[in-house]
């Protein structure tokens, strides 16, 4: 080999050794990049499934959030499977039957013509401005077919409650909006006492009590003409207690005790157990609000 051959030989080789050292630095380069990259991606998570609400075939409501979904124990008997401790179960003093009469105590919302329940709702408001609030809650306000009610009446005086300013929207924190949509935030519906029961399953309200379950909140008509024995002369009271109390559930509210003699009766307790030393009342106190 000539020396201009070896020398363009040389040059060669060099070259080759710059082009190698170069690409080992942009594979090492390449590399940590992806290595970085990865703990960008965001790990897998397992999404439960929704529960079928075996009390609602006929209206079903999206898929309830955990902060809901623990039952209401209102209607539960005690030892019963998913109800809470026996101390929170509310206490019924005997079953009442729906009557076809009107109440002699309240006849507020009752028309004079004999039940046939039907088993199936509907909705009793069409749709309603709610107030000015901070958070709008949807609600669809139900009766049950053949109840012998006058659905509106019924209706507005559940929206007078939700929406009055000693309840639970007090200073404009919050605002219920009835409304005919099926995708309500919740449901509102006054049942028989048979319809009441298969609502609440599988809280075991026993024909009597009225529950919250999930996205659903039902009032016994039962209750409704009748109020408890204490209630008895004071259904207008009553019905804003059952309202704001079942509500209250949904809302995230758990039971309370009286808090002393002679003072207003939380709404939040358990008032058909009796009212105690406490006052009535029906309506969320300063403190559970
Ligand atoms: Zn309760």
Redesign the pocket.
């Given at each position: 080999m000539r020396s201009h051959e070896r020398v363009r030989a040389t040059n060669v080789f060099r070259l080759l050794l710059v082009v190698a050292s170069l690409l080992s630095v942009a594979t090492a380069t390449s590399a940590i990049t992806v290595a970085d990259d990865q703990p960008a991606v965001p790990p897998l998570t397992a999404t439960a499934a929704p529960t079928p609400d075996p009390g609602t075939s006929a209206l079903v409501l999206p898929p309830v959030a955990a902060a809901d979904s623990v039952p209401?124990?209102?209607g539960c008997v005690p030892g019963s499977t998913g109800c809470a401790p026996d101390s929170?179960v509310?206490a019924v003093e005997e079953a009442v039957t729906p009557s076809g009469g009107q109440s002699a105590a309240n006849p507020s919302c009752r028309l004079d013509t004999q039940h046939r329940p039907q088993g199936t709702t509907g909705p009793a408001i069409t749709d309603y401005l709610a107030p000015d609030a901070a958070r709008v809650i949807r609600v669809r306000i139900e009766v049950e077919d053949g109840i012998a009610i006058d659905t509106g009446c019924f209706a507005d005086t559940v929206a007078r409650i939700l929406n009055d300013s000693r309840g639970w929207g007090a200073e404009g924190a919050l605002a219920f909006q009835p409304v005919s949509a099926d995708d309500a935030d919740f449901r509102l519906v006054l049942a028989s006492p048979d319809t009441t029961d298969r609502l609440c399953f599988p809280l075991r309200t026993g024909g009597k009590y009225s529950?919250?379950n999930q996205r659903t909140v039902v009032l016994n008509v039962a209750r409704w003409e009748s109020g408890t024995e204490e209630y008895s002369e004071n259904l207008e009271i009553y019905r804003q207690y059952l309202v704001n109390?079942?509500v209250?559930?949904f809302l995230g509210h758990?039971?309370v005790r009286c808090p002393g003699p002679g003072e207003p009766a939380p709404v939040?307790m358990?008032q058909t157990k009796g009212l105690g030393e406490c006052l009535l009342n029906g309506w969320p106190t300063r403190d559970e609000r």
């Amino acid at each position: 080999m000539r020396s201009h051959e070896r020398v363009r030989a040389t040059n060669v080789f060099r070259l080759l050794l710059v082009v190698a050292s170069l690409l080992s630095v942009a594979t090492a380069t390449s590399a940590i990049t992806v290595a970085d990259d990865q703990p960008a991606v965001p790990p897998l998570t397992a999404t439960a499934a929704p529960t079928p609400d075996p009390g609602t075939s006929a209206l079903v409501l999206p898929p309830v959030a955990a902060a809901d979904s623990v039952p209401d124990n209102e209607g539960c008997v005690p030892g019963s499977t998913g109800c809470a401790p026996d101390s929170l179960v509310d206490a019924v003093e005997e079953a009442v039957t729906p009557s076809g009469g009107q109440s002699a105590a309240n006849p507020s919302c009752r028309l004079d013509t004999q039940h046939r329940p039907q088993g199936t709702t509907g909705p009793a408001i069409t749709d309603y401005l709610a107030p000015d609030a901070a958070r709008v809650i949807r609600v669809r306000i139900e009766v049950e077919d053949g109840i012998a009610i006058d659905t509106g009446c019924f209706a507005d005086t559940v929206a007078r409650i939700l929406n009055d300013s000693r309840g639970w929207g007090a200073e404009g924190a919050l605002a219920f909006q009835p409304v005919s949509a099926d995708d309500a935030d919740f449901r509102l519906v006054l049942a028989s006492p048979d319809t009441t029961d298969r609502l609440c399953f599988p809280l075991r309200t026993g024909g009597k009590y009225s529950c919250r379950n999930q996205r659903t909140v039902v009032l016994n008509v039962a209750r409704w003409e009748s109020g408890t024995e204490e209630y008895s002369e004071n259904l207008e009271i009553y019905r804003q207690y059952l309202v704001n109390h079942e509500v209250g559930h949904f809302l995230g509210h758990e039971h309370v005790r009286c808090p002393g003699p002679g003072e207003p009766a939380p709404v939040m307790m358990q008032q058909t157990k009796g009212l105690g030393e406490c006052l009535l009342n029906g309506w969320p106190t300063r403190d559970e609000r």
